[in-house]
């Protein structure tokens, strides 16, 4: 007389039990990266994300003083998207335009 049991191991992750999870209807499909370059503007699109890393030096002091001005403006401002990346590209924007550039 032996009592019929589970075994100790299973061969079936856990996980595998789990139904599967309902797709969002709020996401908006992603563009085709294959595609030809649109020749509608950033403003007719929508607003246009910070993508792409732009790798250069600058001095420690300046490094020191832009992460003193970021800490600064988000406690002033209490705006969390306020970053060392959006500052420089609106100082960049700013001056390529002071420049006509």
């Known amino acids: ?3 019929q049991r589970q075994p100790a191991i299973r061969k079936t992750h856990p996980a595998e039990d789990l139904p599967e999870r309902p ?3 709020d996401v908006a ?3 085709s990266p294959a595609g030809p370059a649109s ?3 950033a403003g007719e699109q929508g607003p246009e994300g910070l993508t792409m890393t732009h790798n250069t030096r600058i001095r420690p002091s300046l490094k020191a003083r832009l992460r003193r001005g970021v800490d600064k403006l988000r406690y002033e401002t209490g705006d969390r998207t306020i970053s060392e990346a959006s500052l420089t590209d609106k100082a960049l924007e700013e001056y390529l335009d002071k420049h006509g550039l």
């Open 29 to 31: 499909p992603l563009p």
């Open 1 to 3: 007389m032996t009592a």
């Open 39 to 41: 020749s509608v503007t």
């Open 23 to 25: 797709l969002r209807s």
